[in-house]
């Protein structure tokens, strides 16, 4: 039966797509069953995956990013699911991304999945959604959830409690300065990267930021990374950082 929990869960174990495209259009509708108990039982236990959530301003380069590090998982053998609440699929590069992105992603690569959820104007967005998507990613064996995440504010926050890391994209020259703090964004950050770092600005930037940390003693050790996610330079380190972070256990569930 279209929607029987126990059958998507034995289909999604079984790695099929469909399956998988059908429980995410229910969790995007916000009609996700949970997971069954038997799906539970069977996953491996301590197998599931690192949730790590790209925030920040519309064209900081979430999505190029996400490109870039998908490109760097896959050449380190991990698999990747990616939730976006933009539509614009970074791995396919269309026209949004166009010819400006160095990372090409292969579309046929198993290894990969690519899913935007339309957020309905929900309040928390995108947040609502990804605790549910989590368990049945877990149950296909996913090693890595990238959860790309729109806009500046209150939506960042509510992130926050449904990813493992959250890191904050920020760039040189956006007149961001001001929003991160009214909003209470960076205090929220796991990690910063300062992506678009070949434009100028950047040093000014890391300064500035590294001054609004020093201020909240729980901030003061975020670390600054800086990037350029359209060429890739600075991804290595950047998930270095991630994984560093979750060595030392900040994890929210
Ligand atoms: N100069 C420069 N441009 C970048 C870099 N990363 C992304 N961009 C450009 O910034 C624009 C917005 O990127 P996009 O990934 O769509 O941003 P998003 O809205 O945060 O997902 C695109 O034109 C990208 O090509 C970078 O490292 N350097
Ligand atoms: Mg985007």
Do not use: C
């Not at 269309?94 to 690519?114: E, N, Q, S, T």
Request: proline residues 6%; neutral net charge; hydrophobic residues 45%.
């Amino acid at each position: 039966m279209r929607g029987d929990p126990a059958q998507l869960a034995a289909r999604v174990q079984n790695r099929d797509r469909r399956a998988l495209a059908e429980i995410l259009s229910l969790v995007e509708q916000g009609q996700a069953p949970p997971l069954p108990k038997a799906a539970q039982q069977t996953g491996e236990p301590g197998k599931r995956p690192h949730v790590v959530g790209l925030a920040g301003s519309g064209g900081a380069g979430k999505s190029t990013l996400v490109a870039a590090l998908v490109d760097h998982l896959r050449r380190a053998g991990l698999t990747v699911a990616v939730l976006a609440s933009d539509p614009q699929s970074p791995l396919t590069g269309g026209a949004l991304l166009g010819d400006r992105i160095r990372v090409r992603i292969d579309p046929a690569d198993d290894g990969i999945y690519f899913r935007s959820l339309s957020t309905r104007g929900a309040a928390g967005g995108l947040s609502h959604a990804v605790g549910p998507a989590r368990d049945w990613l877990a149950l296909w064996g996913f090693d890595v959830v990238l959860v790309e995440t729109v806009g500046v504010g209150q939506d960042q926050v509510d992130v926050r409690k449904v990813v493992d890391t959250l890191v904050l994209l920020v760039t040189p020259h956006t007149g961001d300065e001001v929003q991160w703090e009214k909003a209470g964004v960076i205090e929220v950050a796991d990690i910063i990267a300062i992506n678009k770092s070949d434009l100028p600005g950047a040093d000014r930037v890391r300064h500035q930021l590294r001054a609004a940390l020093s201020l909240a003693p729980q901030s003061a050790e975020v670390p600054i990374i800086s990037i350029v996610a359209a060429t890739g330079q600075g991804v290595p380190e950047l998930w270095e950082a991630i994984q560093s972070h979750a060595k030392r256990g900040h994890s929210t569930f």
